[in-house]
């Protein structure tokens, strides 16, 4: 049998008016049609049209206050809203971001079930610990947890979900109405966790759904965000700058998973990557300036300290970073190379700021399709990524430009899809179907939904 060809993975992340701070002020969408959920539907329409395998909708559960000034505040809940997306698409993954410090598993896995069954299989969960310590102050009277108390946390929030998520098995749903049996419960598993910080002792009331389990992503690249993915993801989103430090990056990922006797090539490393893209460099360059024009610099110094992980009120703008923090470990993934390029030209942190106008430390292409799809092609070629996380930083027409210019040109070249080969979001991804650890024979015969499906709709 001939090996399947292997594509790009392209996953489009959707914020607001795009990912620079100023899109909102420049941007052809009205500022509220961010919180239309038909706004979504549009963009996502768009990203199945270029055959992406999912769109990933952010997510924190609380307010800065002081970013709402500067930056639309549009948070609504992602996995109601890619309900919404679901119903107006038909194959583009729909992926959900839900914090495992301020929310329950039992819930979470019902709600991300529900998702994948109202999108036929195509939901994923973005798995984030959540580092803001004001989130803390809308969940009761406990402190925020440190960095390795939330991914302690998280790594057994996870294992709680997929034991959730496994505990009917793939024949549980039996639905015979000759025997008048819905379901074979000696095929349902209770969880019957009693950890450290859980606590869950039933099994969730719907069958196993349709991707078995959802399509599972994570955003941290600490080394303790790096073990939890490797350990439990499916793909992970990642800052990176060059090809020789995203190769090392993904080599030590997959050398991870495979410890923990998971296969490699069924992980995907998709990087960030901030665009604008013109038709000349030229044109490209002057949408960047606008953008850039539109910024407030008192925000911008704000918000950079913010991303570093650093209260911004301790921060004096006017004065370089102290060695304390410098030489301190960084509060998160960001702050990491905040604090290196504070370090390489130390200025004031005004100015620092000012150069810190995407994803910190990662990629910030300005440009034109023809020069995009090069730097995809390259890094793919390179062993650099799998494909990409594209962060627009304007919406909706730079993603026009990116299915309509630069998915053709990489199309052409043979490493992104023509069409979808398959239903789920596990599909797009070229990933397996989730078998169930435990799976059992049928007792009884089991009912057939929809061709090529099994008793819970799922594709065989």
């Known amino acids: 049998m001939a090996e399947e060809t292997r594509y790009l993975s392209l996953n489009l992340y959707v914020r607001n008016s795009g990912y620079h701070e100023a899109s909102w002020r420049i941007s052809?969408?009205?500022?509220?049609?961010?919180?239309?959920?038909?706004?979504?539907?549009?963009?996502?329409?768009v990203a199945e049209r270029g055959v992406l395998d999912s769109v990933f909708l952010p997510d924190s559960p609380g307010m800065v206050r002081f970013r709402s000034a500067h930056l639309p505040s549009t948070g609504l809940d992602p996995v109601q809203l890619l309900s919404a997306v679901a119903q107006s698409t038909t194959h583009i993954g729909l992926v959900a971001t839900v914090s495992t410090t301020y929310t329950q598993p039992w819930e979470t896995a019902r709600r991300l079930a529900t998702l994948d069954f109202l999108s036929q299989g195509r939901a994923g969960w973005n798995i984030v610990t959540t580092a803001e310590p004001e989130v803390a102050r809308n969940f009761g009277n406990l402190p925020h947890p440190p960095h390795a108390q939330r991914y302690e946390r998280a790594q057994e929030y996870v294992d709680v979900v997929l034991k959730l998520f496994d505990g009917w098995s793939d024949t549980a749903a039996v639905?015979?109405?000759?025997?008048?049996?819905?379901?074979?419960?000696?095929?349902?598993?209770?969880?019957?966790?009693?950890g450290r910080h859980f606590d869950v002792e039933g099994p969730l009331p719907l069958p196993r759904s349709p991707q078995g389990r959802p399509y599972l992503t994570q955003a941290g690249a600490s080394p303790a965000g790096m073990e939890l993915a490797a350990r439990y993801a499916d793909a992970v989103f990642t800052p990176q700058r060059d090809v020789p430090s995203a190769v090392a990056f993904r080599g030590r990922l997959r050398e991870m998973t495979a410890q923990f006797g998971r296969s490699a090539d069924h992980f995907k490393v998709l990087p960030g990557l901030p665009f604008l893209l013109g038709s000349t460099d030229a044109e490209a360059k002057a949408l960047h300036t606008e953008l850039e024009d539109a910024s407030s610099d008192e925000f911008r110094w704000r918000n950079t300290a913010h991303l570093a992980g650093l209260d911004h009120t301790t921060v004096d703008p006017d004065a370089p970073l102290p060695d304390h923090i410098l030489d301190a470990q960084p509060l998160t993934?960001?702050?990491?190379?905040?604090?290196?390029?504070?370090?390489?030209?130390?200025?004031?942190?005004?100015?620092?700021?000012?150069?810190?106008?995407?994803?910190?430390?990662?990629?910030?292409?300005?440009?034109?399709?023809?020069?995009?799809?090069?730097?995809?092609?390259?890094?793919?070629?390179?062993?650099?990524?799998?494909?990409?996380?594209?962060?627009p930083n304007l919406l909706p027409d730079q993603v026009d430009l990116f299915v309509g210019h630069v998915v053709p040109i990489l199309q052409r070249r043979g490493i992104a899809r023509r069409e979808y080969r398959g239903s789920t979001l596990r599909d797009h991804a070229g990933l397996p179907w989730s078998t169930h650890p435990h799976n059992q024979k049928p007792t009884m015969q089991q009912p057939r939904l929809a061709p090529g499906r099994g008793s819970a709709g799922v594709e065989r």
């Open 333 to 391: 993934s960001f702050g990491g190379s905040i604090y290196q390029l504070a370090k390489q030209a130390p200025a004031p942190f005004r100015e620092v700021a000012r150069r810190v106008s995407a994803l910190p430390g990662a990629l910030d292409f300005i440009g034109t399709p023809e020069g995009l799809a090069d730097l995809i092609t390259d890094w793919w070629r390179a062993g650099a990524s799998d494909g990409f996380t594209l962060m």
């Open 175 to 194: 639905m015979s109405r000759a025997d008048g049996v819905w379901a074979d419960t000696t095929q349902i598993t209770s969880p019957h966790h009693h």
């Open 28 to 45: 052809s969408a009205d500022p509220a049609a961010a919180l239309d959920p038909r706004y979504y539907v549009d963009l996502a329409r």
